[in-house]
Each structure stands twice: as structure tokens, then as C-alpha cells.
């Protein structure tokens, strides 16, 4: 996991995997107190992305899922499936705490603990290259179909125009989004977002709650769906509370001092964000009996509604999911950056400046010349930050102490048209020109939500922690808590099976065209 990885893991190197080793929070290990800094997070403004990061794409597949299931099969797999999803989010931030009260940070700041720094501390180095690979591909398929429905609702809006050359136009635009490298500066991107889907969800329900009465749909409501089709209202649920990859991201982008309070922002927010999926799931089911789409806004404009209403509802709903790809695109990001050399922490190292809230073990590789120089104050009159880092670059040069040296085959740039462009870079931009190439080649968006949500969204997010957080406090659990903890991964095992296997006989038949 690159420079930063290696020192933390050999940090690690005593302490047997699979354990939890008890050093008090106050030893040498603990993670480093912050003080509060300027553009952390606030509370409300974590329960904003919270909320964004999961009402999305997989909200508006709701009225599709239950159309596919049948009203009361529906009903029940989301009266199981949101509490289990919700109480594992909480898992998660509770082993983070219980990770840093044991001393398992060690020396590595709060702030850069994310799922799979959990997971290699609860589970091993095994168990945290496993996370890895799921949020990696969670967040990058998550964005891939961002990319698909963004087209398919801009088709909707503009018929003569193929919905594949909306993915050509939003890969450039997309591509300068996601330079913003930490979640505390995607949080204008979420409130604009939120406003647009908020404003989005009203107008659907202002458009079909004067139609409940069966003036579009005059058949009797489906109660029950073919039992086939009923694990994809499992699939599309997990996808659509695809936010977890995005909880300890946010948690630690708080300031120290209201962390403690993110368990109860984090339940809060999630259950609105049940319910708003609940209402718009029966809501548009009941009213149109039928619906044949994973996206409701485009399946609206085939059923008689206002077609200008219904055009500029397509365009919100395009505008707050193309906000909120950089922050479900930043899990993948950071992982990548990590394995390639290339996270915050090595970058600044590599330019003699440590960021703010860089390990000690990050720090203390700069050569000793250039670690006294990050302490040197603004030139004066001046209050940008990059004067100082320019007289620090430049005091750098003129010392005696060589630059440092980045590890073998970690390459900090590359030269673009006679410019030195920083590797990172052109890594994001190929990960969001890599997502916009599977958007681009997609039989069917309803298929990929389901596929996606029934491996990677149900592994992380009701099978991986429980496991974690029993081996974190598996000392205090009752007969109770297993019988809990099995329960839920069991639904999460079963569920998820029987969505994957529905989810490739659909795309094998509609790949062959029978579909």
C-alpha cells in the first residue's frame, strides 16, 4: 500500500495476526492528537454526505426493484436488509474507535484510517487486501454507473443524441472533478448535490402522487412478482446503500472533537435515507404498475406526464450524480494511490513538506535538514501557504542535505508536452477514463446495479463487519450478539448468492439477445 502502508505494516510486524493487542491509548502507538483545524468537518455537514452518498442512482432503481418483486416481497426484504445495513455501518465506526483505544493506530493519524486499515488490524494483511479489492471495484462500478445513468437520462432529455456520446462529452469534465483529493473539499459538490436530488425527489413525487389513483395504471397493484426476479430487489437494495465504502472517509474528515458524535449522525442519516428509498420505491410503483427501468426519471417521460417538468427533473437528477462521482470515486482513488506510491502523505515527503496530520514514522523518513524546514514560517506579508512551501523548496535547494530519494519503481511525474505532470494525476484520470470505457460497453444498467450490489456491496457491507467487529470485541459478546451477527451475514451470503446468479442468467440472456 505503498510508502506509507510499508511503515505502518512494519510497525505491525510484532503483533500476530488475528490478534488485538491492549497497549494503552497514551503509549508511543496511539495516534497522534489533532488539534482542530480549518475545513474539518462539521456534524450537519457529515450527515450531508452521508445522505448524498447513498441517495443516488440506486434510489431512483427503487420503483424498477419493486416493479421486479412485487410489492410485498419488496416491502420485507427492506424491512430485514436496511436495519442489518445500517447497524453494520455502525460496526464499522465502532471498530475504528476500538482500534484506536487498543493502540492499533500506531503513530498513523486518525484521519488516514479507512476500511482497509481496519480490516489489516482486525483480520490480517490477507483480510485487508480482500477489502481493498471490494471497495475498489464497489466505487469504481458504482462510478461506472454513474456514467450510464447520466446518459440514459440525458437521452431522455435529448432523443436525437445517442446516449454513449453523453459518456464521450462528461469523461473530460469528470476528469477535472476528481483533483479535489479529500471528501473536507467535496462538501459545496454534496450540498449543491443534495439540493438537486432533493429537488428531484419532490418533483417525482409531485408528478405521481396525483396518479396513485389508477389513472395511469388500471390493473390491480402486483403483490407478488415472479419469484425469479425477487433476488434482484436484494441486489439493487445492497447497490443502492452504497455508501459504505464512504463512512470512515467521512467520519475522519470530522474535527477530533465531534467524532464521538458521528455514530448517531451516521444512524440518523441513514435512516432517512431509508425512508426516502422506501417512499419513492412505492410511490412510483403504485402509480405506474409497471416499470421497466433502473432509472424513473427516464421512465417517466413514457407515460404522459409534463414533458418540460419531466426534462428539467432529468437534468437535476444528471447534475447531483455527476457532484457526487468525485466522492464515490475518492475510496478507489486513495487505494490506488496508496499501492502506486502516490498518496498525500509520499507526495508531500518527496517535496520535503509533510501534510497535515502526516504520521511520525512518515515524517521522520525526511532528512533531518528538510524536517526543520516544514516548521518555516510565511514570507513576509504574504498569507498563501504556497510561498512558504516555494521558500521551502528553494531553502532545500540551496542547503547541503541532498533532496530525498523515492523508492525503486515509484515514479513521482511524468512529462506531458514538456511539462512535468504529478503521477497521481494522470492515475485519477485514467481510473475515471477506465469507469467511462465500462459505462460506454454496458448491456443493461439494472443488471449492473444488481450484479455489483449482490458481490461487492454485500460482502462489505454485511459480511465483513460483523467479522471484523467480533474479533475486535469477540472477549465481551453474548450468546446474543453471535446469534445476531450470524443472522446478518448469513442474509448477506444467501441474498447476495441468489442476486449474482439472477444477475448473470440476465446478462448472459441479454448479451444473446433474449432479453
Not at 515509484?410 to 506531458?416: E, G, I, K, M, V
Amino acid at each position: 500500500m505503498g510508502a506509507h502502508m510499508n511503515g505502518a505494516s512494519s510497525s505491525r510486524a510484532s503483533v500476530p495476526e488475528f490478534s488485538t493487542p491492549k497497549a494503552p491509548a497514551t503509549s508511543e502507538f496511539s495516534a497522534p492528537k489533532e488539534p482542530e483545524k480549518h475545513g474539518e468537518l462539521k456534524l450537519w455537514q457529515a450527515y450531508v454526505h452521508v445522505v448524498k452518498g447513498n441517495v443516488g442512482p440506486g434510489c431512483l432503481s427503487m420503483p424498477y426493484a419493486f416493479s421486479q418483486g412485487g410489492l410485498i416481497p419488496s416491502l420485507c426484504i427492506m424491512i430485514v436488509f436496511a436495519p442489518a445495513c445500517i447497524y453494520c455501518m455502525l460496526l464499522l465506526v465502532w471498530s475504528k474507535h476500538k482500534m484506536l483505544l487498543d493502540g492499533g493506530a500506531r503513530g498513523v493519524s486518525p484521519r488516514q484510517i479507512n476500511f482497509e486499515e481496519v480490516g489489516v488490524y482486525a483480520l490480517g494483511t490477507m483480510g485487508g487486501k480482500i477489502i481493498e479489492v471490494f471497495v475498489l471495484f464497489t466505487q469504481l462500478g458504482v462510478c461506472s454507473i454513474y456514467f450510464d445513468f447520466c446518459s440514459t437520462n440525458l437521452h431522455a432529455v435529448f432523443p436525437n443524441v445517442e446516449a454513449k456520446v453523453f459518456i464521450i462529452l462528461m469523461t473530460p469534465v469528470t476528469m477535472m472533478t476528481v483533483l479535489i483529493r479529500d471528501a473536507r473539499g467535496l462538501v459545496v459538490f454534496s450540498t449543491i448535490a443534495s439540493f438537486f436530488i432533493v429537488s428531484a425527489l419532490l418533483t417525482i413525487y409531485g408528478e405521481v402522487i396525483p396518479h396513485l389513483g389508477g389513472d395511469l395504471y388500471k390493473g390491480p397493484i402486483r403483490m407478488f412478482g415472479q419469484l425469479d426476479r425477487v433476488p434482484l430487489v436484494f441486489g439493487s437494495l445492497a447497490f443502492a446503500f452504497e455508501g459504505i465504502g464512504l463512512i470512515l472517509p467521512i467520519e475522519s474528515s470530522l474535527a477530533e472533537n465531534q467524532r464521538a458524535g458521528f455514530p448517531r449522525v451516521l444512524g440518523i442519516g441513514m435512516t432517512t435515507v431509508a425512508i426516502i428509498f422506501l417512499i419513492t420505491g412505492v410511490l412510483c410503483f403504485v402509480a405506474l404498475g409497471t416499470v421497466d427501468n433502473a432509472s424513473i426519471t427516464a421512465s417517466l417521460l413514457g407515460v404522459g406526464l409534463g414533458e418540460k417538468v419531466l426534462d428539467l427533473l432529468n437534468m437535476m437528477v444528471c447534475a447531483a450524480v455527476f457532484l457526487t462521482y468525485p466522492l464515490q470515486f475518492l475510496p478507489a482513488a486513495q487505494i490506488v494511490e496508496k499501492k502506486t506510491g502516490q498518496d498525500q502523505t509520499v507526495t508531500a515527503k518527496f517535496r520535503g513538506i509533510a501534510p497535515e496530520g502526516a504520521s511520525n514514522e512518515a515524517v521522520a523518513l525526511i532528512p533531518t535538514g528538510e524536517r526543520a524546514l516544514t516548521n518555516a514560517p510565511m514570507a513576509a506579508g504574504t498569507s498563501d501557504t504556497r510561498a512558504t512551501e516555494e521558500s521551502v523548496r528553494l531553502s532545500i535547494n540551496e542547503s547541503s542535505t541532498p533532496p530525498p530519494e523515492a523508492p525503486p519503481g515509484c515514479l513521482r511525474s511524468c512529462t506531458w508536452k514538456g511539462r512535468l505532470v504529478p503521477l497521481w494525476i494522470l492515475l485519477r484520470m485514467m481510473l475515471v477514463l477506465g469507469t467511462a470505457l465500462c459505462a460506454y460497453s454496458l448491456p443493461d444498467l439494472g443488471i449492473l446495479i444488481t450484479l455489483i450490489g449482490s458481490v461487492c456491496s454485500t460482502t462489505l457491507g454485511l459480511i465483513l463487519p460483523p467479522i471484523i467487529h467480533q474479533r475486535l470485541y469477540g472477549d465481551t459478546y453474548s450468546v446474543a450478539r453471535y446469534t445476531l451477527h450470524g443472522a446478518v451475514m448469513l442474509i448477506g451470503v444467501v441474498g447476495g448468492s441468489l442476486g449474482f446468479f439472477s444477475a448473470v442468467k440476465d446478462l448472459l440472456a441479454s448479451a444473446s439477445g433474449e432479453r
